[in-house]
């Protein structure tokens, strides 16, 4: 089961409140250990990495999308019944096309993995 604080940090990421989103994965990654607090602070630099994109800091978006994509590719595909393979996919798309100076048009979300009952 989705911990709520989690549950609210993916809201805000997926409505681009990276600035509240950090700080709600901030006080998870505080206080997690393991695994867990490899994917908080992963997905932590994610969401600062589109706050700095979104600010028209490129350089900075592509360092923490970088450091962020080599953690979560840590966790398990599936942590939190969060679809990550996906996600990271996205990521990776995006990271190419800013190291490329291309337009950035990926729009990166969190999903829920589908259940069999959801395809």
Do not use: K
């Amino acid at each position: 089961m989705m911990r709520p604080e989690l549950a609210l940090a993916i809201t805000q990421f997926n409505n681009g409140e990276f600035y509240a989103c950090h700080d709600t994965l901030e006080a998870l990654w505080l206080e997690a250990s393991g695994p867990e607090r490899t994917f908080y602070q992963g997905l932590l630099q994610i969401a600062v990495a589109c706050y700095h994109l979104s600010r028209g800091n490129q350089r900075g978006a592509i360092l923490l999308l970088g450091e962020g994509r080599r953690r979560l590719e840590q966790c398990d595909p599936n942590f939190s019944g969060l679809d990550l393979a996906t996600f990271l996919t996205a990521v990776a798309e995006l990271q190419s096309q800013l190291q490329s100076s291309l337009t950035p048009n990926v729009l990166l979300q969190l999903a829920a993995v589908n259940s069999p009952d959801q395809a």
